[in-house]
């Protein structure tokens, strides 16, 4: 059964922390995604990695950075928290080389920013 | 940038009831897709139709395209509470691997 998993469910930060949210693949896909969601804005992308140690900006791509190292895990990084990153963040992943570019989520992180 | 449009924002509907929801997108797209979100969790892939498709069924789902309209739509039919979940249209038109999704339908499914 295929698996996107996060590091975290639920996590809560104060204001100026340096936050980490993990994501890890057991798909070897390719392309890993970040994604916050929030009310009536639906997902907006972050940031993606089509390769290890690429990545490209997304539509939101202020306040936060990633790192990709290895092929199954791509990180988002937080570099000084602020309340307005407060969200749920969905990591997702999928394969190059289809003609069906279907994502895979995991479960998501719900961050508060105190 | 949001490509996706769905509507309604929300739906309820009694059991047994049939939930129609719509897509409507921008620009040329290759295939579009459809996801549900139960709460708090992530999406989960539904259904995938390409463009060259006018529709598709996978169980008690149907997606309809209509790429003269740039358009879609998402039927449950006989639904049941587990039904009860986010719906997302998601499509393809700027690269290959990078998807735009709505602000999605919640769905009440009341017993």
């Known amino acids: 059964d295929v698996k996107v998993t996060q590091s975290s469910r639920y996590l809560v930060k104060r204001t100026g922390e340096k936050v980490f949210l993990e994501c890890v693949q057991d798909m070897d896909h390719e392309n890993m995604f970040w994604y916050r969601q929030d009310p009536g804005l639906g997902l907006r992308l972050i940031y993606f990695?089509?390769?290890?140690?690429?990545?490209e900006k997304g539509d939101i791509p202020e306040g936060y950075s990633v790192s990709r190292e290895k092929k199954e895990r791509f990180s988002l990084i937080l570099e000084s928290a602020s309340t307005n990153q407060t969200s749920m963040y969905l990591c997702?992943?999928?394969?190059?080389?289809?003609?069906?570019?279907?994502?895979?989520f995991g479960p998501g992180t719900r961050l508060t920013v105190l | 940038s949001q490509q996706g449009e769905e509507d309604p924002q929300a739906l309820s509907i009694q059991e047994g009831e049939n939930a129609t929801m719509n897509c409507s997108y921008k620009?040329?797209?290759?295939?579009l897709q459809w996801y549900r979100q139960n709460s708090g969790r992530g999406l989960v892939h539904l259904i995938l139709?390409?463009?060259?498709?006018r529709e598709k069924h996978s169980g008690r789902l149907r997606v309809t395209l209509d790429t003269s309209k740039k358009s879609s739509s998402l039927l449950i039919t006989a639904s049941r509470a587990a039904d009860t979940a986010s719906y997302f249209c998601?499509?393809?038109?700027?690269?290959?691997?990078?998807?735009?999704f709505g602000a999605g339908t919640t769905v009440t499914v009341r017993a």
């Open positions: 139709i390409r463009s060259n498709e």
């Open positions: 998601a499509t393809d038109a700027q690269s290959d691997y990078k998807l735009s």
């Open positions: 997702a992943s999928s394969r190059t080389g289809t003609t069906y570019n279907e994502q895979f």
């Open positions: 620009t040329s797209i290759n295939n």
């Open positions: 990695s089509y390769d290890v140690k690429m990545k």
